[in-house]
C-alpha cells in the first residue's frame, strides 16, 4: 500500500493544510479544491502542477 501526501507549506505558502489519499489521481483533486477555495487559485498552471508534484511524498506501508 502506498499514501500520498501533500503539505501546503511545503510549496511555501503559509497555510496549515495537509492533506493524504492513497493515489495521486485521488489527492491531486483535493488539492485543486483548495488551492481553489482557500487560495483563490483559479487555475493551476504548469509551473503550479510540477511544484505540488514536487511536494508530494509517498510512503510505502
Ligand atoms: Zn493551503
Redesign the pocket.
Known amino acids: 500500500m502506498a499514501k500520498y501526501r501533500f503539505k501546503?507549506s511545503d510549496i511555501g505558502?503559509n497555510?496549515g493544510?495537509e492533506t493524504s489519499a492513497k493515489t495521486m489521481e485521488e489527492l491531486f483533486p483535493k488539492i485543486v479544491d483548495?488551492a481553489k477555495n482557500?487560495?483563490n487559485i483559479q487555475e493551476i498552471d504548469e509551473e503550479l502542477k510540477k511544484k505540488v508534484e514536487g511536494a508530494i511524498k509517498k510512503t510505502i506501508f
Open positions: 501546503c505558502m497555510c493544510f483548495h482557500v487560495h
